[in-house]
């Protein structure tokens, strides 16, 4: 019912601002809070940032605040994420998750639709 597609990644150097885009189908696109994950190889996947439905809300992790913006387009179905300031530790495959209910926007059992990821590498 819902799809969602990553683009925007590439290979950049640290200090650098990449910004990368998730375009969702359907129609109730405002009904899904929206999320960021992210995975490293070798390491799991980590919870970056999240926004709620209206894009009132958000959320990061205490890794990445102050560096990493997500917004939302509901007018356009998609979310992206402005990334700062970037690290060599901010190397990974970026998620795009959608979810119709959220509890903590940080654990990804909550969200129930994914992306296959856009490639991020941050070199020094």
């Known amino acids: 019912q819902m799809q969602l597609v990553e683009s925007g990644g590439g290979v950049v150097q640290a200090g650098d601002s990449l910004r990368v885009s998730c375009a969702a189908s359907?129609?109730?696109?405002?009904?899904?809070?929206m999320g960021w994950f992210r995975q490293a190889l070798g390491k799991e996947r980590e919870f970056v940032a999240a926004?709620?439905?209206?894009?009132?809300?958000?959320y990061y992790a205490d890794s990445v605040k102050g560096r990493i913006t997500i917004s939302r387009d509901n007018a356009k179905n998609t979310v992206d994420l402005q990334m700062n300031n970037l690290k060599t530790e901010d190397t990974g495959v970026y998620y795009c998750?959608?979810?119709?209910?959220?509890?903590?926007?940080?654990?990804?059992?909550?969200?129930?639709?994914w992306g296959q990821g856009t490639q991020v590498t941050v070199s020094s």
């Open positions: 998750a959608a979810s119709a209910r959220l509890m903590t926007f940080t654990l990804d059992e909550e969200y129930g639709y």
């Open positions: 359907g129609r109730t696109f405002n009904r899904y809070a």
């Open positions: 926004v709620s439905r209206s894009g009132d809300s958000t």
